[in-house]
């Protein structure tokens, strides 16, 4: 038997303000008062963006690191790379694009220098942002790299090609998702 129709739509109404909290929770983000113990402050960068524009930053710091993006003004977005120093909205490995606080984990096993890059919404002239980096001690460390054939113990050298394209697959297939999702 079917349920009446207006407490069909009352159950919608109620689903609806649900997901809009957890939503309105999630776009919070970490306060202050809720970095875990674990995470060393590394550094407090403060800037300012144009609509439509981006700031670049380069990560170098080893291990598993947090970047944590708090737009003070406007609606400044993260987006994140390991395999180029200049991340958009078309290239990035990472992203946090929210219209508050943003915050992306990267894995100690990104090959620094990490790209990071600060998006100016355009639905704001100017957007100011503080960005805190943390040092993630309870992240696993970066396991030691062994030499592929054709590459120096150093790592230097180009890499194996079969990793390239599988990277470049699973990155293609990441973003589709993300953008029927969002």
């Known amino acids: 038997m079917a349920a009446p129709r207006g407490t ?6 109620a689903l609806l303000a649900l997901l809009a909290s957890q939503a ?30 981006y700031s670049y930053l380069r990560l170098n710091h080893e291990g598993g690191v ?3 993006v708090h737009s003070l003004r406007g609606d400044a977005d993260l987006y994140v790379s390991g395999s180029t120093l200049r991340p958009s909205f078309d290239d990035y490995e990472l992203q946090s ?30 957007s100011d942002f503080e960005m805190k980096v943390y040092l993630d001690r309870t992240a696993e460390p970066r396991p030691p ?7 120096n113990a ?12 599988l990277w470049t697959v699973l990155i293609s297939i990441l973003k589709l998702v993300l953008e029927i999702l969002f």
């Open 8 to 13: 069909a739509a009352s159950w919608r109404r």
């Open 154 to 165: 150093d790592g230097s050298g180009p890499a194996p090609e079969e990793e390239s394209v």
């Open 97 to 126: 694009a929210t219209c508050g606080r943003d915050v992306v984990a990267v894995p100690a096993h990104f090959r620094r220098p990490v790209g990071v890059g600060i998006y100016g919404h355009p639905s704001h002239d100017t």
């Open 24 to 53: 309105v929770t999630l776009a919070l983000g970490l306060a202050d008062d809720d970095v875990p113990e674990q995470w060393l402050l590394l550094h407090v960068v403060q800037g300012q963006i144009g609509a439509g524009n």
């Open 66 to 68: 947090v970047l944590s």
């Open 145 to 151: 790299r062994q030499a592929a054939p054709g590459e």
